[in-house]
């Protein structure tokens, strides 16, 4: 197993709400980045942190936004949530940001159900 | 963007059987090439990885082997088990990864 946590493990919500999902990196990692994954898909790429700074994104509206804090971890949060955002939020911890570095080692996933 | 181009998208192999899963690529600047599983339920996994100066690395029943010149990579399981049943993905991309839908890997006792 990696070193890389989430909270809260599931989660239920209604559509308009606000939520935050955490991450907590490996021990000596740098940069976290944030995947959706929906049910029987490849993660989608949504953001990604660097050394507190956000270091790229994919094609996700700003109500989705992120935060990284001094000791790396870092939190998602999606507001006005829609029913199409129901999906497993997976973070991966990385050393390093850009081209060929940094292996990414994946937390296990908060499930959100939106109803 | 890269795109990520796997095959097979399904692939069912008696146990003990071997399994090979391909990924194309298109950036020829690409040298980090990842495999990840993906049990159902679970995170995705790093399985083995290889850089662009590498042509094949192996670890027990697990290797991959690069072709530069083809710009293809594959995943090669041998004498498979039941606990290799999952999706597989190989992400592209530098610094973010571009996942496709996988390869679902089926091993039948």
């Known amino acids: 197993e990696t070193g890389v946590t989430q909270s809260p493990t599931h989660l239920i919500k209604t559509r308009g709400q606000q939520v935050t999902l955490r991450c907590s990196s490996q021990?000596?990692?740098?940069?976290v980045s944030w995947y959706q994954q929906a049910l029987g898909q490849g993660p989608q790429f949504i953001f990604q942190y660097y050394r507190e700074e956000e270091n790229g994104r994919g094609n996700f509206p700003p109500r989705f936004s992120g935060l990284q804090f001094p000791n790396y971890s870092s939190e998602l949060n999606v507001n006005a949530l829609e029913l199409d955002d129901s999906a497993l939020y997976l973070c991966?911890?990385?050393?390093?940001?850009?081209?060929?570095?940094?292996?990414?080692?994946f937390g296990p996933g908060t499930r959100l159900l939106v109803l | 963007g890269e795109n990520v181009e796997q095959h097979p998208s399904t692939l069912s192999v008696q146990e003990g059987d071997s399994a090979v899963i391909k990924c194309t690529y298109s950036d020829s600047a690409s040298n980090y090439f990842p495999w990840y599983k993906q049990e159902l339920g679970k995170r995705p996994q790093l399985i083995i990885d290889i850089r662009s100066n590498v042509g094949e690395k192996k670890d027990q029943r697990i290797a991959v082997t690069l072709n530069k010149t083809a710009k293809h990579f594959s995943l090669h399981i041998t004498e498979t088990q039941p606990e290799d049943s999952a999706v597989y993905f190989c992400p592209r991309g530098g610094q973010n990864f571009v996942f496709g839908p996988g390869t679902r890997l089926s091993v039948l006792p």
């Open positions: 991966a911890s990385s050393l390093g940001a850009g081209r060929g570095r940094g292996t990414q080692y």
């Open positions: 021990s000596g990692h740098n940069t």
